[in-house]
């Protein structure tokens, strides 16, 4: 069987690659900051030549949104430089790049789903850098995928469900925004959609389905319905045991360095038709796992 190259195996998308390949056996080199900054060229070029994976898959990315506006070297060094370097790598050694990209390269001025094609214009510095980071892939390989997903959440790591998860034990009522919409996405479904990628690769030699893809759960929501719908769960999963009051708010009421778009909702028609696969069903997930958003880690 092929061998995949995860880069940024300690991340939440990264973790669920590392723990899926070992699930089905496919043979994996999984790298984490400690083996490999990203942003040291000379080494990423090294291990990839060792190690001769069929597939580079970068899971790594600087996604601190409100760090990156008063760091946006850092961020464009990690979400546009390295990335572009990964592609002139996989470009030398004529294997796929996967990338994954996000909904913060639109504005969210759009009154529909944006599908692929749709005008970019990112409205914060994080966004920008993941834009330039898209752009680098295209220039530098031509056997590429680039996932773009929104709102993601995962077991490992620090994310929207685990902050309310621990906001639940300790307030009584919480105000949360409720004009901006978008797919929750488990991250353990990016994973799968990304090896289910390498798999159609594998098979499918001759097909050419390079290009940008979305990849989000379904169905959209706003950030307080999907509170809603997290603490409906813990409820019914005696997680919680107290009433708590979720009061929906404008973006304005909670102030931020970075600017959000409003619509985030990602259509799914293309990588449907292209790769069979579905959206992410965030809903499920949080029905048989939520007990697992609880744990510190
Ligand atoms: N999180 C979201 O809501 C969201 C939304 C849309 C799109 N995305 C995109 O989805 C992808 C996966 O996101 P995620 O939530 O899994 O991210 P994450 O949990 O923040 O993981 C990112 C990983 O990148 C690693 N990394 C950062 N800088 C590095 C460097 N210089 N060298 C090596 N590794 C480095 C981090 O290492 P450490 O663990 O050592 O810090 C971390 O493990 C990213 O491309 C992100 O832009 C995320």
């Known amino acids: 069987m092929n061998k995949v190259f995860i880069i940024g195996g300690n991340g939440q998308v990264g973790y ?11 043979p994996a080199f999984v790298t984490t900051r400690d083996m490999l900054d990203v942003t040291d060229y000379e080494q990423l070029k090294k291990l990839v030549a060792t190690e001769k994976p069929s597939v580079l898959i970068n899971a790594s990315a600087y996604t601190n949104v409100e760090q990156a506006e008063d760091d946006y070297e850092k961020a464009y060094e990690v979400n546009c430089v390295a990335v572009g370097n990964m592609a002139k790598v996989a470009h030398e050694l004529h294997i796929p790049l996967i990338h994954i990209s996000t ?13 692929e094609d749709k005008p ?3 409205i ?17 390989h031509d056997q590429y995928v680039i996932l773009r997903t929104s709102w993601v959440f995962g077991q490992h790591g620090k994310n929207f469900v685990k902050t309310m998860m621990r906001l639940f034990g300790s307030k009584d009522s919480l105000k949360v925004v409720d004009d901006q919409i978008g797919g929750p996405t488990f991250a353990g479904d990016i994973a799968k959609a990304i090896l289910d990628i390498v798999d159609y690769l594998h098979k499918n030699p001759e097909k050419q389905p390079w290009g940008i893809y979305n990849f989000s759960g379904f169905p959209n929501v706003t950030w307080c319905t999907f509170t809603k719908n997290i603490y409906a769960v813990a409820l019914e999963k005696k997680l919680v045991d107290k009433y708590i009051k979720i009061e929906p708010v404008a973006t304005e009421f909670y102030p931020t360095k970075a600017k959000r778009p409003k619509n985030s909702q990602l259509s799914m028609k293309k990588i449907k038709d292209v790769f069979d696969i579905d959206p992410s069903d965030w809903s499920r997930e949080l029905k048989y796992n939520l007990e697992k958003y609880c744990e510190q880690e």
């Open 103 to 115: 909904d913060y390269v639109f504005d969210g001025t759009c009154d529909r789903i944006y599908t």
């Open 124 to 140: 914060n510095a994080y966004g920008k850098s993941k834009l330039l980071g898209e752009n680098a892939v295209i220039e530098n």
């Open 120 to 122: 970019t214009n990112p």
């Open 16 to 26: 669920c690659l590392k723990q899926q390949t070992e699930v089905l056996n496919m």
